[in-house]
C-alpha cells in the first residue's frame, strides 16, 4: 500500500536527496503528484503509467498518490521516473518492499519500459551518500566517479523489476576500456617566433594570472590562449570531482573516463547572454560557462564584443572563485574558479604598428570604454601580441613544444605552493613584502613608473605578483625580485589607448 | 562693409545690448525685421547668411555680390521680393526659399552677431582691406570668412605644414621642427589645427616665440576640435591668427575639411606635407595647392610606414623632398639666413648595443619580439635594455610598438 524510494534531484551543480513516498489506496482512480514537481516532473505521470504497463505489470486502477519529500524545495528534471516507477509497483504490491531496501533509483523511462540517461547523475549519485545506486547504463561511467557505494546498472524496467523480484542477479553490462585520453592538439610548439606572448603563456599558466591579449586580427592571440590549458598540470582528486560535478549537472559530454581530469577550456562565443555565461535558467538553475571552466581557463575572444553587463558579472566570480545565482526562491552556490584569458584587438580596425590605425579619436574612445576599468584591472598580464614575423611564420623552427614548458610550469606551481599555499595570482598584498622582496633596482623602477604616472597602486601589486612568477619560472632558488623581473612584468602590462597629448603650450 | 563703417561696427555694441534689453522687455525683437535688427552692423547679416541651412560658397557669392548684407539678408528671408539672379537661385532649388524663411527666423542676425562678439570672432568678406589678397583672385575664394587674431599675419612669408592626423612618432617630430626652425626665422607656418601633424606643426612653431602662426579650420571658430585641442586654437588666435570659412558655432563636419584644405593651400607660399597616406587630406591639400602654383614639398618616409605612402608618392609624382628646413627656407628664397642655434639634446649617447637598437627603432617602429630576435638577448634583458633606452628618453612604446625618439619630442 505504502513504498518509500531513494532518489535525488539536480539543484545547480549538487544533487539534493529526495524520497519518493507513494501511496496505493482506496478510491476513484487517479494519479496525484504532489511536493512541488515541475512540468517536466509532472510528465512523468504518463511516462510511468505506459512503461509500467509495457513491462507486464497491471497499473493499479485505484487512487495513487506520489509525494516527493521534503516538499518545500521545487524539484525538476525527468531522473525521479525510474523512482517513482518502482515506488508504484512496491506500493501496488508487484514488488517486495524489502527489495528496494538501501537503495536510490535515478533514471528516466520511456514509454516502452526502456530505462535512459539523465543529465547530473554524479552529483545526484552524490547525495544519495551509501546507498547502492541503480542508475541507467548510459550513466555508468559518472555514476562510479561519485558514487560511495556500489552501482547497479540497469537497460529496462523489465530488467530491474526481475532483479528485485529475486528472479536475477544484477545485470551486468560490458562497458568497454576507456579509451586513451587524446593526444594534445594544441600544442606551443605550433606557436613560431613571438617569444614575449609565448612566454606570457608560460607565466600566466605558472602563476594563474588571469591575461588579456592585444593585437591585430590574425596575431595569434586565439591560437595562444588555446595553448593555456596544454600548460596547467592535471587536476588533483578534489578538483577533478567538482569539475566532473558541474561537467554532469550541465549535461556535458565527459571523457570516456568518466572523471575530467584536465583542466577545462570554454570559450563561449561574443554574443552569449548573461545566464548563458554565469549559470541559471530554469529551477535547477544550470552551471553555466564560468562553472564550467571551473579549474580550467575560461577564453572570450573578442572581449569588446561581450555585452557590457555579462562582463561586469565576471566581476563578483573572479573575485571570491564562486558564483552565487540567487532566484526569487532559491539560490545556488556553483564553483567558478577559473582563470580569465581574454583577446581583443587595439582598436576598431585592428591596428598595427604607429601611424597604420585607420581609427578616428572618437571611435577609439568608444572602443576605449567597451572594457570597464574595474575588469580591466583584473588582468594581471596584458600582453601586446604582433604578427610574428614572415621568416618565423614559414620556415622558422617549430617553438618548445608544451611538453617542455609545462614541467617549468609544473615545477614553479609547485614552488609556489610549497612556499605560500597558493598560486602567486592569489597573493595577497600584505604577503607580498614579505613572499615577494624587491631588490634596490627592482624598487627603483617601480617607484619611478608609479611617479610617472604609468602605474597605479593596484597596478604596482599586480605588477610584483607577475614578478614573482618570472622569478619562479627564471631560477627556482631565488628570493628576491630582480630589476629584470620587473621590466619583463611591465612589458607585459599595457595599456592600450593611444597616448593622448596635452595639448599644452610649452 | 568698408573700412569706414569698421568703427562703427564697434560702436553698435552698445546699441545691440540696449536693442536686446528692448527685445526682452517688449517682444520688439520677436517680430521679423524688427528694431533690434536696426543697429545691427552689415557683418552681423553676413554671419546670420554664412550658416543657414543649404548655404553653398557659391549662393552666399551671389547673395553678397547685392553689395548690402542687409538686403540680401532680407531677399534670403523671403522679406523682399529677389530679381534677377537671385530669382532664378531661388526658383531653381525647390523648397529652397521656405527653408530659407525658416532659416531667417532661427539665424537671427540679433543671435549670430551676439555669438561673433562673444567668441571675439571678426567677419570679413572680400571687399575688405584685411580680406586676405591671396584668395582674391583664388579659383574658389571664399565669400566670407570668420577671423580670430590678426589677420595682418598673412602678410609675413608663410609656409604650410600638414599631413595625418595618425602619424608616426618620427613624423610628429618632423612636423614640430620644421614648425619651430621656420618660425625662429620669422616665418608664419600655416596649419589646420588637426590632430597628429597639424597640431606637431603648431606647437612647434609656437614653442620658438619668434613669429606669428595662422591656422585654417573647419567649423566655427569658436569650436575647439579636436576637443583636446583646446588650448592650442586659444594660443594660435593669440599669437597668430585663426580663420575659417563658418560662422561661429558650426559643429565638425566631414565634408568642410577638404574645402578648409583649398583655402590653407591658397594661404601658403610653399606647402610641405610631412606625413600622409594614400588617399589623405595631406594629398588633396597638396592637389589644390598645385591648382594654385604654390609649391608642394614633401618629407620622404621610410616604404614600410602606411603613413608615408602617400608623401612618397608625391615625391615620385614630382614634389621636392623637404629633408631639412633650409630646403623649405630655400624655396622661399630665404637661404642662408638660418642663424639659429641648435637645440641642446640632454640625453646621455648611446654606445654599443643601444645605439644600434635605437637606430633600428629609427627606421620603423619594432616591437620587443623582433628586437630580442635581432639581437639574440633573452626576453629579460630585452625588456631591461628597453625600459632603459625609454627612461633616457631614447625610444618611446606605444602598444607595444618601440619607436625612436628625437630630442624634438617635447614639442611633438
Known amino acids: 500500500m505504502f513504498a518509500s524510494i531513494s532518489s535525488a534531484v539536480l539543484f545547480g551543480a549538487e544533487g539534493n536527496r529526495v524520497t519518493v513516498e507513494v501511496h496505493v489506496g482506496k478510491g476513484l482512480p487517479a494519479f496525484h503528484l504532489v511536493g512541488l514537481p515541475d512540468e517536466s516532473i509532472r510528465e512523468s505521470r504518463d511516462r510511468v503509467r505506459a512503461a509500467v504497463s509495457t513491462s507486464d505489470f497491471e497499473w493499479p486502477d485505484t487512487k495513487i498518490t506520489v509525494n516527493l519529500a521534503p516538499s518545500p524545495h521545487r524539484k525538476t528534471g525527468s531522473g525521479l521516473d525510474l523512482a517513482i516507477a518502482v515506488g508504484v509497483l512496491v506500493a501496488a504490491g508487484d514488488l517486495p518492499t524489502n527489495s528496494v531496501a538501501g537503495l536510490g533509483f535515478i533514471g528516466e523511462v520511456g514509454l516502452d519500459g526502456s530505462v535512459r540517461a539523465v543529465p547530473g547523475v554524479a552529483p545526484m549519485v552524490g547525495a544519495l551518500g551509501d546507498a547502492d545506486v541503480v542508475v541507467p547504463v548510459d550513466n555508468a561511467r559518472e555514476a562510479r566517479v561519485a558514487a560511495s557505494g556500489r552501482v547497479r546498472l540497469v537497460s529496462t524496467l523489465r530488467e530491474l523489476a526481475s532483479v528485485l523480484l529475486g528472479d536475477s542477479p544484477w545485470p551486468e553490462f560490458a562497458l568497454g576500456e576507456p579509451d586513451d585520453p587524446p593526444a594534445l592538439i594544441a600544442d606551443l610548439a605550433d606557436v613560431r617566433g613571438q617569444p614575449l606572448a609565448r612566454h606570457a603563456v608560460e607565466i600566466a599558466a605558472a602563476g594563474g594570472h588571469h591575461t588579456l591579449f592585444v593585437g591585430p586580427p590574425g596575431s595569434g592571440k586565439t591560437m595562444l590562449a588555446a595553448r593555456l590549458p596544454g600548460l596547467l598540470p592535471d587536476l588533483d582528486r578534489a578538483g577533478a570531482l567538482e569539475s566532473t560535478m558541474v561537467h554532469s549537472a550541465a549535461g556535458e559530454l565527459l571523457p570516456p573516463g568518466g572523471l575530467v581530469t584536465r583542466p577545462p577550456f570554454r570559450a563561449p562565443h561574443h554574443t552569449s547572454s548573461m545566464v548563458a555565461l554565469v549559470g541559471g535558467g530554469s529551477h535547477s538553475l544550470r552551471p553555466g560557462e564560468i562553472s564550467l571552466a571551473h579549474r580550467g581557463v575560461l577564453f572570450l575572444d573578442e572581449i569588446g564584443e561581450f555585452a557590457p553587463a555579462v562582463l561586469d558579472g565576471l566581476r563578483q566570480p573572479l573575485e571570491e572563485g564562486v558564483i552565487r545565482v540567487a532566484r526569487a526562491n532559491s539560490h545556488a552556490v556553483l564553483p567558478a574558479d577559473f582563470m580569465l584569458a581574454a583577446a581583443m584587438n587595439p582598436c576598431p580596425c585592428g591596428g598595427g604598428p604607429p601611424g597604420e590605425c585607420r581609427c578616428d579619436g572618437a571611435a577609439l574612445r568608444r572602443y576605449a570604454r567597451r572594457l570597464s576599468g574595474p575588469l580591466l584591472d583584473r588582468f594581471d598580464l596584458r600582453v601586446p601580441v604582433h604578427r610574428p614575423a614572415v621568416d618565423d611564420l614559414v620556415s622558422g623552427e617549430p617553438g618548445e613544444p608544451t611538453v617542455a614548458v609545462a614541467e617549468r610550469v609544473r615545477a614553479a606551481r609547485a614552488l609556489a605552493l610549497d612556499r605560500q599555499g597558493v598560486l602567486n595570482a592569489r597573493l595577497v598584498p600584505r604577503a607580498l613584502d614579505e613572499l615577494a622582496p624587491l631588490d634596490s633596482a627592482a624598487s627603483a623602477e617601480l617607484r619611478r613608473r608609479i611617479e610617472l604616472d604609468q602605474l597605479s597602486g593596484r597596478g604596482y601589486h599586480r605588477v610584483r605578483r607577475v614578478a614573482r612568477t618570472i622569478a619562479d619560472l627564471a631560477d627556482a632558488g631565488r628570493s628576491t625580485i630582480s630589476a629584470d623581473d620587473v621590466a619583463l612584468a611591465l612589458q607585459m602590462r599595457k595599456t592600450f589607448t593611444r597616448r593622448a597629448r596635452s595639448s599644452h603650450v610649452a | ?412
Not at chain 2, 88 to 105: K, Y
Request: net charge neutral; aromatic share 4%.
Open chain 2, 1 to 412: 562693409m568698408t573700412a569706414a563703417e569698421l568703427p562703427e561696427a564697434a560702436a553698435h555694441d552698445d546699441a545691440l545690448d540696449e536693442a536686446k534689453f528692448v527685445g526682452r522687455t517688449s517682444d520688439a525683437g520677436v517680430s521679423a525685421g524688427g528694431a533690434s535688427e536696426g543697429g545691427l552692423p552689415p557683418a552681423a547679416f553676413v554671419a546670420a547668411l554664412a550658416g543657414f541651412d543649404r548655404m553653398t560658397v557659391r549662393r552666399l557669392h551671389s547673395l553678397l555680390a547685392i553689395g548690402d548684407p542687409r538686403l540680401a539678408f532680407a531677399l534670403a528671408a523671403g522679406r523682399e521680393r529677389p530679381v534677377g539672379p537671385l530669382a532664378s537661385m531661388l526658383a531653381r532649388d525647390v523648397g529652397l526659399a521656405a527653408r530659407w524663411r525658416e532659416q531667417s527666423r532661427v539665424r537671427s542676425p540679433v543671435r549670430c552677431w551676439q555669438q561673433c562678439l562673444d567668441a571675439g570672432v571678426d567677419v570679413i568678406v572680400a571687399d575688405d582691406p584685411r580680406f586676405p589678397p591671396q584668395l582674391l583672385n583664388d579659383p574658389a575664394p571664399p565669400a566670407a570668412l570668420f577671423v580670430r587674431g590678426d589677420p595682418g599675419v598673412l602678410d609675413a612669408r608663410r609656409v604650410g605644414i600638414v599631413g595625418t592626423r595618425n602619424a608616426t612618432q618620427r613624423g610628429l617630430e618632423t612636423a614640430a621642427r620644421f614648425g619651430h626652425e621656420l618660425a625662429q626665422q620669422g616665418v608664419v607656418v600655416v596649419s589646420g589645427l588637426a590632430r597628429g601633424i597639424d597640431g606637431a606643426a603648431h606647437r612647434g612653431a609656437l614653442a620658438a616665440d619668434a613669429a606669428p602662426v595662422a591656422a585654417v579650420v573647419g567649423n566655427g571658430p569658436d569650436v575647439p576640435y579636436p576637443r583636446e585641442h583646446a588650448a592650442l586654437w586659444h594660443e594660435v588666435a593669440c599669437r597668430g591668427v585663426l580663420l575659417s570659412e563658418w560662422p561661429p558655432g558650426t559643429p565638425p563636419a566631414r565634408f568642410r575639411f577638404p574645402m578648409r584644405n583649398r583655402i590653407l593651400a591658397a594661404l601658403c607660399e610653399v606647402l610641405v606635407v610631412v606625413e600622409s597616406r594614400d588617399k589623405g587630406g595631406g594629398l588633396i591639400t597638396a592637389r589644390e595647392a598645385l591648382d594654385r602654383n604654390v609649391q608642394v614639398m614633401a618629407v620622404p618616409g621610410s616604404l614600410q610606414t602606411l603613413a608615408a605612402s602617400g608623401t612618397n608618392r608625391l615625391l615620385r609624382d614630382g614634389a621636392a623632398p623637404a629633408t631639412d628646413t633650409d630646403e623649405i627656407l630655400a624655396a622661399l628664397g630665404l637661404d642662408g639666413r638660418r642663424a639659429g642655434r641648435a637645440r641642446f639634446d640632454p640625453r646621455p649617447l648611446p654606445r654599443g648595443r643601444d645605439a644600434l637598437i635605437i637606430d633600428r627603432c629609427a627606421a620603423r617602429a619594432r616591437s620587443i619580439d623582433e628586437i630580442v630576435n635581432d639581437f639574440g638577448l633573452s626576453l629579460a634583458d630585452g625588456a631591461m635594455t628597453l625600459a632603459r633606452l625609454e627612461q633616457q628618453g631614447w625610444l618611446r612604446e606605444t602598444g607595444g610598438w618601440f619607436e625612436t625618439v628625437g630630442h624634438w619630442d617635447d614639442l611633438a
